[in-house]
């Protein structure tokens, strides 16, 4: 459970949320003496990218890739200069996103990919899903009076049973698994129920145009709609970009006529999705409510640099390993008035946390929430309370698992000696340091331990059979080592020399 969940500080953090919710409920005096209309409920957008470089960003430093709107959002807003997700691949990344809890915890461990999970499972094929048990932000939020739409990739179950409007949202438009076309599938082309474009429930209709752009222009028209309602919004807005498959529109490949191959696609396609993302944070300033929204920016895992050329300098690692290149992520947020813009906030924050911050945005005391591993972010943020929102996070797949606490990080893997790292000095895991630290090594063993006493059993494993696997038509959940050995060990890719 999260650190800070202790009675002294849960009332300490209430008691400020209070405050600051109080002048966004009841408005503050404008000059003529009556409450400012920018002062109602806040909206929310919530905007995922899928398996982007940590280092192809501009404002984490790249030339080479165009981000001007994100950007603009970063420099406009709160830059955290360590966001993790709790999980290195997509499924189980977006299942503790939405629930705020350790995925362990529930059992969604492996990435859902139907006939690459263990035949040993009760669970197979779209059966495989976050349970119906468990509550979403989506499902908070309508509790608040939000009207909340989802738009592109789902991965959280294909089973009607776990469809985004059961789970709490009120639209979707967007497919139910991890991967498919940014184009509409041909005539005569048969893709599985997971990749077809769904409206809604069971309306299926391919995109008109590039998906990202299409994605992009469905999230507007709610945004607008919602506006013209009067009616606080959530909208979670998932790209599939830079997943797998590598397509890109032939305008866009010509932006970056000095690159080649992979590198030039996943740039084209970085892009497009920087271009729809800005025309969504458009709208809200044309609309008038910018102001009044939280609008967050965050990704799904490190980038699979031998997948989609992407790059997490200047981080070791890749998707799917515990390297600070698989779990650390872009991670941004923007509320004016609330946060102070421009700013960066130093300590190690998680995914698992925007559901407590999001459910305390729409007036709830996130104290009160059960069963959490998030905290709410704004006390953190504000600078009301000074340490750390985590004393301890965690990782696991498999019997590989991995503690982060404080600035000291272990790796456990199940072939090989544990690894310890500490990160303030050493972000890119040259130096492996467990030799030197004996008893901080046994020590953070046991809190994985004690962390795995509170996990649920998977619900499926990964079937380790993969001759007949097609890249573009599932999403990908393991990556061979460079040196061969197909072990379930770190891999050894290290940061790029040119960024």
Same mark, same amino acid.
């Given at each position: ?19 600051? /919710? ?6 503050? @005096? ?6 400012? &209309?920018?002062? &109602?409920?806040?909206?929310? #957008? ?23 709107? /994100? ?13 993790? #997700? ?31 999970? !263990? ?15 468990? &509550? ?11 009207? +909340? ?64 752009? @299409? ?35 032939? @305008? ?19 892009? *497009? ?13 044309? /609309? ?65 946390? $925007? $559901? ?9 005391? *996130? !104290? ?19 340490? *750390? ?11 590989? *698992?991995? #503690? ?39 020590? $953070? ?7 795995? +006493? ?46």
């Amino acid at each position: 459970m999260a650190s800070r969940n202790h009675k002294t500080l849960n009332v300490l953090v209430s008691f400020l949320l209070m405050i600051t /919710l109080a002048s966004f409920a009841h408005g503050t @005096e404008s000059k003529e003496g009556t409450p400012s &209309k920018e002062h &109602k409920k806040p909206n929310i #957008v919530f905007i995922f990218s899928d398996d982007a470089g940590y280092g192809d960003f501009g404002f984490h430093g790249s030339k080479v890739m165009k981000t001007p709107n /994100l950007d603009k959002l970063a420099a406009e807003g709160v830059r955290f200069e360590q966001g993790y #997700v709790s999980d290195p691949t997509c499924g189980p990344s977006r299942a503790g996103l939405l629930t705020g809890r350790y995925q362990q915890r529930f059992g969604f461990e492996e990435n859902n990919v139907p006939g690459y999970m !263990s035949k040993n499972s009760a669970l197979d094929g779209d059966q495989m899903g976050v349970p119906v048990e468990e &509550k979403m932000m989506s499902d908070y939020l309508k509790d608040q009076g939000y009207t +909340s739409a989802y738009y592109g990739k789902w991965h959280l179950g294909g089973a009607d049973k776990y469809h985004p409007l059961n789970r709490g949202f009120d639209e979707f438009y967007g497919f139910r698994g991890g991967a498919r076309s940014y184009f509409a599938y041909e005539e005569g082309k048969e893709p599985s129920k997971l990749e077809l474009m769904e409206r809604n429930f069971a309306q299926y209709q391919e995109p008109e145009g590039y998906l990202t752009d @299409e994605l992009a222009a469905e999230a507007i028209d709610f945004i607008e709609r919602s506006t013209k309602a009067d009616k606080p919004f959530f909208v979670f807005l998932s790209f599939n970009a830079p997943h797998t498959p590598m397509e890109a529109t032939k @305008e866009d490949l010509a932006k970056f006529p000095n690159l080649t191959g992979k590198r030039k696609t996943v740039a084209a396609m970085m892009y *497009a999705m920087d271009r729809a993302s800005g025309k969504v944070l458009d709208t809200l300033e044309r /609309l008038g409510i910018e102001d009044n929204t939280l609008v967050v920016f965050t990704n799904d895992n490190g980038g699979p640099t031998d997948m989609n050329a992407s790059d997490n300098f200047p981080f070791s690692g890749t998707k799917s390993n515990h390297l600070e290149g698989g779990v650390r992520v872009p991670y941004v947020m923007k509320w004016p008035g609330v946060f102070e813009q421009g700013t960066t906030y130093p300590h190690p924050v998680s995914t698992l946390d $925007l $559901l407590p911050t999001f459910f305390a945005v729409g007036g709830g005391d *996130a !104290s009160t929430l059960e069963n959490i591993d998030g905290v709410n972010l704004i006390p953190f943020v504000q600078g009301s309370i000074k340490e *750390a929102p985590h004393e301890f996070l965690y990782w696991k797949k498999d019997t590989r *698992a991995t #503690v982060r606490a404080g600035n000291w990080k272990l790796m456990r893997f199940p072939d090989r000696p544990a690894e310890l790292y500490y990160i303030d000095n050493d972000e890119k895991e040259f130096r492996d340091v467990a030799s030197e630290n004996p008893e901080l090594v046994k020590m $953070l063993f046991k809190k994985i331990f004690e962390w795995e +006493s509170t996990l649920e059993r998977p619900r499926w494993l990964l079937e380790r059979k993969f001759e007949n696997y097609d890249i573009n038509r599932m999403d990908h959940y393991w990556h061979k080592p460079t040196d061969g050995n197909e072990s379930e060990g770190k891999l050894l890719i290290r940061p790029a020399s040119a960024h």
